[in-house]
């Protein structure tokens, strides 16, 4: 039996080309949809704008008109554990002040949104106040915000 070498080293070489994108360790099944999105909004416009975070944590510059992206660009990747970090102190905050709507004429906000089982949840505070309530919503905006300087 002849064997033709070179379809085995194509096979070979084309099955070792293809990329396999990495979820990270805290991304389950019913996550695969998550978003994670900070920034600031000017609810008089219904403009945001500010990062997004999927659930391979991929990080995005976005801008959005009503709930439609009018920019969207990946600027980077959060590692791995750091992106489960922030997933664990969000959803962690979410059970600890399940509504903040604290707005101004623009508010700064923290989202969490999962499509998969109907999740949306947005903590949402005037940037002019310091209330109890935000201060654990603040933490996360800030050091997000902080980290976004570090990738880019």
Request: glycine share 4%.
């Amino acid at each position: 039996m002849k064997i033709n070498y070179s379809i085995v080293i194509f096979i070979f070489l084309f099955s070792n080309c293809s990329t396999k994108i990495e979820v990270p360790d805290c991304i389950s099944d019913n996550l695969t949809d998550l978003i994670i999105r900070w920034g600031y909004i000017i609810l008089e416009d219904k403009y945001i704008e500010g990062y997004e975070l999927d659930s391979f944590a991929n990080l995005y510059a976005i801008k959005m008109e009503n709930l439609n992206y009018i920019y969207k660009k990946k600027i980077g990747s959060y590692e791995h554990t750091k992106y489960c970090g922030y997933l664990l102190q969000i959803r962690n905050e979410f059970i600890k002040i399940q509504t903040l709507h604290s707005p101004g004429d623009t508010s700064r906000f923290v989202e969490y949104i999962n499509q998969i089982n109907n999740t949306n949840l947005r903590a949402l505070w005037n940037p002019k106040f310091q209330t109890v309530l935000s201060k654990g919503f603040r933490e996360i905006y800030d050091s997000l915000s902080i980290d976004v300087g570090h990738i880019q």
